[in-house]
Nanobody, 126 residues
Framework: QVQLVESGGGMVQAGGSLRLSCAVS????????MGWFRQAPGKGREFVAS????????SYSDSVKDRFTISKDNAKNTVWLEMNSLKPEDTAVYYC???????????????????WGQGTQVTVSS
């Protein structure tokens, strides 16, 4: 079993930056491909970014590509989401997720991920 705890959310003006962290415990972190999702009020959970087990493969949604960067440090058991040039439409609860250790590649669908954090709120004001 793996536990995920997000932090780093908050309120920022449009054009600003935030860095989300996700601390992972419970099993060797390098065993997991990871992902970030978000959910705005009244909407479904949306894929944001994913990183493979080694940390050298990435995927992003079109809406955040070139603005957000996902990274992981297997020694620190942490995955980050660096968010730049934030827009009001980025406002959402952001969730960290881990794939089953069997899978080494990035994921995309919520069903690709078996473990989830509790979420952290990001609010971008115009």
């Amino acid at each position: 079993q793996v536990q995920l705890v997000e932090s780093g959310g908050g309120m920022v003006q449009a054009g600003g930056s935030l860095r989300l962290s996700c601390a992972v415990s419970g099993r060797t972190f390098s065993s997991y491909a990871m992902g970030w999702f978000r959910q705005a009020p009244g909407k479904g959970r949306e894929f944001v970014a994913s990183i493979n087990k080694s940390g050298r493969g990435f995927s992003y949604s079109d809406s955040v590509k070139d603005r957000f960067t996902i990274s992981k440090d297997n020694a620190k058991n942490t995955v980050w989401l660096e968010m730049n040039s934030l827009k009001p439409e980025d406002t959402a609860v952001y969730y960290c997720a881990a794939r089953d250790p069997y899978y080494s590649t990035t994921g995309y669908y919520t069903t690709d991920f078996g473990s989830w954090g509790q979420g952290t709120q990001v609010t971008v004001s115009s």
